[in-house]
């Protein structure tokens, strides 16, 4: 097996340089694919081959299949090559059509229109498919449309436009790159939602959600404090002004208000303790591993899973299988394993920003935090307890910066204190939280 453990990284590597490629290569699968089985088969051939020099070679075509692999994984989940996908209907774009949606996500709502992520089921009648983005005007109806609802709609499909000046952020292909070609335009009064809504497993956790948004609401938070209290929980930041996102990102503190390590990390030690008074026998181990798995990926799926919440819950769950199984877990394999499978499930999240800023956070802090935290060993728990919270933040602020320049143009001064502050009271607030819901 030593032969072929050279580092991951390279894989990982030329698999994402696979997925940057498909965007400027001819959109065909089947070359795609019988390029992967024949450099897969020489592969095994130089496997077997008794040759002194063989490895070199079989490590450049491996580091090839994984780049061929990355291109297939961007073609598979395009939904324009189906044939009846809405952007293939050329005499819809601009017209008013009637549409048949399932809902996917609520977003952020507006001053004047609520907005969510729909797939089309059908148009005017023709079986379709593809994602949208959903504009309904009068924001009062929104708490009758939620996750896996079924509603028809009759409205305006405008495919997206580029946009025509140079440098200004491009809307339209950062809707592509989640697979979102068009917005539809309505009225509250032109749609009809069905009684049978589609019950699958975000539906489940939308239903959750609320109930659980319910029971905070019973202890007299004013909607501001509400707002911020479900974001802190379960990551949900749709309801949140602008001001205070502002504010806190200004801070250094918005990470707080979306699902992380963090979270996830305190998750996993509440179920570890609960589960403590099993014994570790081997059925007792499995049957601890399970509840584990289980509870760190419906804690997922509760938040959205977004991406830092799949970063944060796959490597946890790496890490609870390593220690089932008695084994260090070499925590950079573990981040770059992680890493392949999400971008494997979902492409697009390599170009999302909190996937980007996730993980360069992430690196740095398991790179760069211990060499600062060497640089001064303080004798004091307490002193020594404040000197991590300092070297963690430092690190992910250093492996942000560059993203957070190119992205937000801007640098938020103030995180050495706010973290100081806000990281304790987080732990306690994560507590509370658990035990008010």
Known sequence: MKAIQFPLVKITLFFIFGLLLADVIPHNLKIVFCLIIFLVSINFIIFYNKAKYKWPFFEIIT??????????????????RLSNHYIHFDNQNEKTSFFNLTITEKLKKSSSKNRYVAIINSLNSKTA???????????????????????????????????????????????QKKQIYAQIFSNYNDCQIEKTPSKSLNYYAGKLRSKIIKNLQKNNFNQAELNVVVALLLGQQQEISPEIL?????AG????????????????????????????????????????????????????????????VTMFSFLAIGNFMRRSVNIYHTLLVSMLLILLIEPSFLF??????????????????????????PKSKVISYLWDIVTVSFA?????????????????????????IILPALTVILALGLVVI
């Open 63 to 80: 580091l090839f299949i994984s780049m061929l692999i990355g291109i297939s994984t961007v073609l598979i989940h395009d939904d324009t």
């Open 129 to 175: 498919t593809g994602k949208v983005i959903l504009n309904i005007a009068d924001g009062a109806h929104d708490d009758l449309i939620d996750v896996g609802t079924n509603i028809n709609v009759f409205g305006l499909l405008y495919k997206n436009k580029k946009s025509q000046n140079p440098g200004q952020f491009n809307y339209a292909n950062y809707l």
């Open 246 to 250: 502002k504010d806190y990102q200004l």
């Open 253 to 312: 503190a918005i990470h707080v208000l979306s699902v992380s390590g963090l979270h996830v990390g305190f998750i996993l030690l509440f179920i570890t303790w609960l589960l403590s008074p099993i014994s570790n026998t081997k059925n007792g181990l499995r049957f601890k591993l399970i509840v584990t798995l289980l509870s760190l990926w419906m804690f997922g799926i509760l938040a959205g899973l977004a991406p830092c919440v799949l970063r944060s």
């Open 352 to 377: 999302d920003v909190g996937f980007q800023l996730s993980y360069s956070a992430l690196f740095f802090i398991v790179w760069l935090q211990p060499l600062l935290s060497a640089v001064y060993v």
């Open 396 to 420: 992910a602020q250093i492996g942000t910066f560059p993203l957070s320049i190119y992205y937000f143009h801007q640098f938020p001064g103030l995180f050495f204190v706010t973290n100081l």
